[in-house]
């Protein structure tokens, strides 16, 4: 990952932080023609990143006992104006940019067979997705059955984690003038993304 020392995030902690934050990632794997590329929910378990495929993705065939691959968290990430800077207005010698938190896992894939233990993947994304909410659902709702049926079309698989690493491009690398103003400006933009930029700059 190209990550300028302004903006890497060194602490396993904070990057295993923010890869929970986002849980939906982009799987890639070399195959015989190329990178294949998957979106899907990963989870930590341990220090594995734990996850599913439908049997139908092409990705899930790719899916073997030590096979090298990358999943890609993008967290926040939000288009930054020069005409926030007040360096702007200085000598006008400023440019867009982007601000945004990224984190890849490298690592390699098992597959994860057994049935028992491939419920248990399903069960601990479902867990951690469901937390928090009201009336959470789990596994055990539905029919034993039907999950049974349901599981026979997923491959189910761990990625043994060898290295994370991470950036947090959040304009340290400006003046202080100059973050002031991105901040301000990320903070007045109706979206999603520039709010929580905008809150991760104040800390």
């Known amino acids: 990952m190209y990550a300028p020392s302004s903006f890497r995030v060194n602490d396993p902690a904070a990057l295993r932080a923010m890869a929970e934050a986002v849980r939906f990632a982009t799987l890639v794997v070399n195959g ?10 990963l989870v930590f378990d341990g220090e594995d990143l734990v996850g599913h495929l439908a049997r139908a993705n092409p990705l899930a065939g790719l899916i073997g006992p030590g096979v090298p691959a990358l999943a890609v968290f993008v967290g926040p990430s939000a288009y930054v104006t020069p005409s926030w800077y007040a360096s702007k207005r200085e000598h006008g010698k400023v440019v867009p940019t982007w601000n945004y938190l990224a984190v890849q896992a490298r690592g390699r894939l098992d597959p994860v067979t057994d049935p028992a233990a491939l419920r248990d993947v399903v069960a601990r994304l479902t867990d951690v997705q469901e937390a928090g909410r009201e009336m959470p659902w789990a596994i055990e709702d539905a029919p034993e059955a039907f999950i049974l049926g349901m599981m026979k079309g997923i491959v189910g698989f761990r990625l043994r984690v060898t290295a994370l690493e991470g950036t947090a491009k959040l304009s340290q690398n400006r003046p202080e003038a100059d973050r002031q103003g991105v901040h301000d400006g990320m903070a007045a933009t109706p979206k999603a993304d520039a709010q929580a930029l905008a809150a991760l700059m104040r800390r």
């Open 32 to 41: 015989e023609d190329g990178p294949v590329a998957a979106h899907l929910p």
